[in-house]
């Protein structure tokens, strides 16, 4: 449906459906076997994707943003970029770096982090601990900004105002008690929100206690996991493989993210090849 108006990207829409039913397919044999190795099943990138070996970080952050210290300030320019990946931990390691890289002071918001009244079991259970836990959709305990970062919204608080799950902004303001930002893509772009402090809970885990913690309800979005960005359209991507998908779908969500080939560019270790997970038995 994205490339549907351009017709010159027609042959790579057809090429992501194949993917995506897992009819693209092909040995990984661009590299001397290792000996006794068994082949793996994979599958090759389209010949008209631009694809790039990524030996660090900063080779997918250059292609998506470049001369970031230079032109983050500009008006668009982040509007619609995001490099997407795998894990929530390739992810960290992405916007930490980006966010050194951005000019300006850093502004450290460490969450309040508690148990449940009534979890009895759990009163005794230091906040040092529950300072460490990480879920996907919660925001982190120590969430450091700078105005003129890009950050995703994590819970709805204003559906009329596209306050809602998975919005991206850009950082206006910072006060120790609320955070001023820019929408940025969709019909209310350019709207200034205020995005206020929450408590947000879960009982996700895998220890016997609901976790509260009261922190701002967003995360860096420079880049994120690709199953966070299922649902949305952008205008750049890179997605970075540094390692393969490695559940159903994955791959071709990542594809499908844009309205141009050009503006894919897909980073893998091992060349032109990677990994695609598709449960046939879900497409019958």
Known sequence: MRLHANPLSKPYAEYFLR???RQESSIIDHFPPE?????????????????????????PIHAVFPALAINYANQGYMDGQAILTTKNTI??????????????????FLSVDSVETGDDQAMAIGTEFLNTITLAGMPPHRLALKV????????????????CNGTRLIISRL????????????AHAGNIVNIPCITTTTNRLKWPFTLQRRQFPLQLAFAMTIN???????KTVGIFLPEPVFTHGQLYVALSRTTRVNDVFVFCPNGR?????VNTKLLQ
Not at 40 to 53: D, K, P, R
């Open 148 to 163: 003129g970062v890009l950050v995703m919204l994590l819970r709805n608080l204003n559906a009329t105002s596209r306050l």
């Open 273 to 277: 090849t990677t990994t695609n997970v």
């Open 228 to 234: 966070k960005a299922q649902g949305q359209t952008m």
């Open 91 to 108: 992810v960290n390691s992405l916007n930490t770096q980006i966010v050194e890289a951005v000019p300006g002071q850093e502004h450290i």
């Open 35 to 59: 000996a006794n190795a068994k082949p793996s099943i994979g599958v090759e990138i389209a010949l008209y994707l631009e694809i790039h070996q990524a030996p660090s970080l900063e080779t």
């Open 19 to 21: 993917v995506g039913n």
């Open 175 to 186: 006060a120790r008690k609320l955070i001023v930002a820019q929408i940025i893509g969709g």
